[in-house]
């Protein structure tokens, strides 16, 4: 196996190893597959759900798979729960996911080489994010940043000089049923010196318009992320953001301290 093998294994991993018949093979051999699984899929595949991302936590997987497939380089099915993970910055829990009909390149993996898919597949997946969840993947310098530049974006700080003297700083949100609380500071600025902070905060629900597209609905300005009443901000009701290629949302819900998402990933090779 790859070198980085080791430490992977520090991560508990339970796997549960499911030999399904093969009806393509006569003599079904579940010791056969059951080693192949253990042995060199399940550790392959492990490694490759960690590359993946950049934590997981307690992940269990459940290889369904029987001889003739296994030897072709395909898994009929696999299913994996994690406890907690980051995925490009975003820190999300309760991960559930199912994959099918996935081709890899078994062959070289025997020989010790590192998993690789040969072919794109669908991911179904099921996750949650918690406040504190939105509040740590805030901040992630990326992520940050392009929340920093949509709210300037609203501001109307277009002026390079200004957006070198505005940052806006202590992003946090809050969720309500249906709602989301995105608030922050904006420190102003007297000639050339920073004095004060000033807290901005919007108010907004979300809308699932496209599998691949989210909008605000009817976002609101507060004067602080604990006001009830706010002003209507008329021209980004309805703004769009895109999800990215690859990615079908089924269903994502706002609860109170928690974002549910159900949905359909696209891995490509």
Same mark, same amino acid.
């Given at each position: 196996?790859?070198?980085?093998?080791?430490?992977?294994?520090?991560?508990?991993?339970d /796997?549960?190893?499911?030999?399904?018949?093969?009806?393509?093979?006569? +003599?079904?051999? %579940?010791? #056969?597959?059951?080693?192949?699984?253990?042995?060199?899929?399940?550790?392959?595949?492990?490694?490759?759900?960690?590359?993946? &991302?950049?934590?997981?936590?307690?992940?269990?997987?459940?290889?369904?798979?029987?001889?003739?497939?296994?030897?072709?380089g395909?898994?009929?099915?696999?299913?994996?729960? $994690? $406890?907690?993970?980051?995925?490009?910055?975003?820190?999300? #829990?309760?991960?559930?996911?199912?994959?099918?009909?996935?081709?890899?390149?078994?062959?070289? $993996?025997m020989?010790?080489?590192?998993?690789?898919?040969?072919?794109?597949?669908?991911?179904?997946?099921?996750?949650?994010?918690?406040?504190?969840d939105?509040?740590?993947? *805030?901040?992630?310098?990326?992520?940050?940043?392009?929340?920093t530049?949509?709210?300037?974006?609203?501001?109307?700080?277009?002026?390079?000089?200004s957006?070198?003297?505005?940052?806006?700083?202590?992003?946090?949100?809050?969720?309500?049923?249906?709602?989301? /609380?995105?608030?922050?500071?904006?420190?102003?600025?007297?000639?050339? &010196?920073? &004095?004060? &902070?000033?807290?901005?905060?919007?108010?907004?629900? *979300?809308? *699932?318009?496209?599998?691949?597209? /989210?909008?605000?609905?009817?976002?609101?300005?507060?004067?602080?992320?604990?006001?009830?009443?706010?002003?209507?901000?008329?021209?980004?009701?309805?703004?769009?953001? +895109?999800?990215? %290629?690859?990615?079908?949302?089924?269903?994502?819900?706002?609860?109170?301290?928690?974002?549910?998402?159900?949905?359909?990933?696209? $891995?490509?090779?």
């Amino acid at each position: 196996m790859p070198e980085s093998m080791p430490d992977a294994q520090k991560d508990s991993t339970d /796997i549960l190893i499911d030999t399904l018949p093969d009806p393509l093979t006569e +003599d079904q051999n %579940p010791k #056969r597959s059951s080693g192949l699984i253990s042995k060199v899929l399940a550790p392959a595949v492990r490694l490759w759900l960690k590359s993946q &991302t950049e934590h997981l936590e307690d992940l269990k997987l459940s290889i369904q798979a029987g001889d003739r497939q296994i030897l072709g380089g395909k898994i009929r099915r696999i299913e994996a729960s $994690v $406890v907690a993970a980051v995925y490009q910055g975003i820190h999300i #829990r309760d991960l559930q996911l199912t994959a099918q009909e996935i081709q890899v390149n078994l062959g070289q $993996v025997m020989r010790g080489k590192a998993l690789k898919l040969l072919a794109e597949f669908p991911i179904d997946l099921k996750f949650s994010l918690s406040e504190d969840d939105l509040n740590r993947s *805030l901040c992630t310098p990326m992520i940050q940043d392009a929340v920093t530049q949509f709210l300037m974006g609203i501001l109307g700080s277009g002026d390079a000089s200004s957006e070198k003297r505005l940052t806006i700083t202590n992003l946090k949100t809050k969720l309500q049923d249906d709602l989301i /609380i995105l608030s922050g500071n904006l420190p102003s600025s007297s000639g050339d &010196t920073l &004095t004060n &902070t000033t807290e901005i905060a919007i108010r907004t629900g *979300l809308q *699932l318009i496209q599998p691949n597209k /989210i909008a605000l609905r009817n976002p609101v300005w507060l004067p602080h992320a604990n006001a009830k009443r706010g002003m209507a901000i008329a021209e980004l009701n309805g703004h769009e953001f +895109d999800l990215g %290629p690859g990615t079908s949302m089924a269903e994502v819900t706002i609860e109170l301290g928690k974002i549910s998402c159900l949905g359909r990933l696209t $891995v490509l090779p």
